[in-house]
């Protein structure tokens, strides 16, 4: 749980830090994200948490293959 908020809080920081740096650009990708068709939004959600969850498994070690 420690680590799901650390990861929460690091994304809100680095979400602050892009919308502090680039407002504008932000402002564009929000806009773009918004026309977007949703079957592409979801497919990009779908491909960024497989992603995701592959880089913390392959971070912390593929704990899986030691149950086995």
């Known amino acids: 749980m420690?680590?799901?908020l650390?990861?929460?809080a690091l994304?809100?920081?680095l979400e602050g830090l892009a919308f502090a740096a680039?407002?504008?650009a932000m402002r564009r990708a929000i806009r773009d994200a918004a026309e977007t068709p949703e079957g592409?939004?979801?497919l990009v959600g779908i491909a960024s948490a497989?992603?995701?969850i592959a880089?913390?498994?392959a971070?912390?070690?593929f704990p899986a293959i030691n149950l086995l």
């Open 2 to 4: 420690r680590d799901l």
């Open 6 to 8: 650390i990861a929460l």
């Open 11 to 13: 994304m809100l920081a």
């Open 22 to 24: 680039f407002p504008g």
């Open 40 to 42: 592409v939004l979801r």
């Open 50 to 52: 497989v992603i995701g």
């Open 55 to 57: 880089l913390v498994w």
């Open 59 to 61: 971070i912390r070690g």
